[in-house]
């Protein structure tokens, strides 16, 4: 399966539910686990269970990711290191993989490959999990021209105090690490290869918002019981964009289902949401591609035809 292919697919799959977690704790704490040494002598944590509940399940949804409680290893990718000898070596991977694709393409999928992981992460852990994450001490696992697995110290996550687990507290905290990260990613990719920051903030909403897609279609996000969860969807996208400061870079488009809907739940939800994106990911620039589906190259209305023919195919 190509790298596009990956990131567009990569969704959670139909298992259980996350259980909700205990809202009782009560100050803002960081977890004391234990230290065991696992078989490739990496010091390994043993987290809190509800935390460790969390992962498990996300991993479940996403092996791709492959987290691991333990320290980041010298050679991957955290935020708060110098990061430009790993960055440069994920781009020359991808150059060689897809060589008549060109410079465009080569820094947009090194920075789509730096940034799903943490966006995935961080959006998950706001709004289904009982903690907040630090991503500066995150650690990406690079493999030749993907990057997938993530080392999640204990120190990484806080559990959220009771009088302030808000929401809209957890959100806009979230928002601020995944600023953090983006700027300075940015900041180490553009020293080596240049790439529109315009572009790259686009495509980093876009991932963004098709996570929240996700979740929702896979009916993970709690939402309030309201039927017109798309509306929730959208406040939610709203939220995040603005705490983003990118506040136009990305949307949705409310598509009616007509004949593509059935069952039930499609008459009661009888408007289905789209990624709009803001930005080209330069696929088409590689070998027996073209422009996706969702793609801001297409005109609007072959964009909606598009996006419909899709459904009908899953």
Not at 75 to 81: A, G, I, N, P
Not at 107 to 126: D, E, F, G, R, Y
Not at 187 to 205: E, G, W
Request: charged fraction near 20%; glycine fraction near 4%; charge should be neutral.
């Amino acid at each position: 399966m190509s790298l596009k292919s990956l990131l567009d697919v990569l969704s959670f799959a139909p298992v259980n539910h996350f259980s909700k977690l205990d809202g009782s704790r009560q100050m803002v704490s960081r977890m004391n686990c234990a230290l065991l040494i696992s078989d490739d002598e990496v010091y390994q944590e043993i987290p809190d269970p509800a935390l460790n509940h969390f992962i498990q399940n996300l991993a479940q949804r996403l092996p791709a990711m492959a987290p691991l409680f333990r320290q980041p290893k010298p050679d991957e990718l955290v935020s708060s290191r110098d990061n430009q000898v790993l960055i440069d070596r994920l781009y020359q991977h991808i150059k060689q993989n897809t060589p008549e694709a060109g410079r465009f393409y080569w820094a947009a999928q090194t920075w789509n490959m730096l940034c799903w992981q943490p966006i995935i992460l961080m959006t998950s852990c706001v709004h289904l999990s009982g903690f907040q994450l630090s991503l500066s001490q995150v650690g990406q696992k690079l493999q030749g021209d993907f990057v997938g697995g993530l080392s999640l110290p204990s120190n990484a996550f806080l559990q959220c105090e009771r009088l302030d687990s808000s929401l809209e507290n957890r959100l806009k905290l979230g928002a601020y690490e995944l600023e953090t990260f983006l700027n300075v990613m940015l900041d180490q990719l553009t020293a080596l290869y240049p790439i529109n920051r315009k572009l790259a903030s686009r495509l980093f909403a876009d991932r963004l918002l098709s996570t929240l897609l996700q979740l929702q279609q896979t009916n993970l996000l709690p939402l309030q019981g309201t039927k017109d969860s798309n509306q929730q969807i959208i406040l939610f996208a709203q939220q995040w964009l603005q705490a983003l400061r990118l506040d136009d870079a990305s949307g949705f488009m409310r598509i009616p289902f007509g004949e593509e809907g059935n069952g039930q739940e499609d008459r009661d939800q009888p408007e289905r949401l789209a990624l709009d994106r803001k930005g080209c990911c330069q696929h088409f620039r590689c070998n027996d591609s073209s422009v996706c589906a969702s793609c801001p190259r297409h005109k609007p209305e072959t964009r909606i035809e598009l996006i419909k023919a899709s459904w009908s195919k899953n």
